[in-house]
């Protein structure tokens, strides 16, 4: 499982927040998930590849990829 601790902050209109609260809520998922999922369907999408934290190694602190 991934760490979640990373903030990113996104200012949009409140009326558009409310829609997209209320849709997530109906699909009973978090907003947080939603755009968590829209983020790596765009990073694959783009060919981007990244190392997820919270593996066990690096929950560890461990860098050592053969750890991983």
């Known amino acids: 499982m ?3 601790t990373a903030r990113l902050t ?3 209109d409140p009326a558009k927040k409310a829609a997209f ?6 699909q009973d998922r978090t907003p947080s998930q939603v755009v968590r999922q ?3 369907d ?3 999408a783009h060919g981007v590849s990244y190392q997820p934290s ?3 190694a690096a929950a560890a602190g461990n860098d050592d990829p053969a750890a991983r």
């Open 54 to 56: 919270g593996s066990a």
């Open 2 to 4: 991934e760490l979640k």
């Open 10 to 12: 996104v200012l949009i």
């Open 21 to 26: 609260e209320r849709l997530c809520a109906s």
């Open 38 to 40: 829209l983020i790596r």
């Open 42 to 44: 765009h990073l694959a």
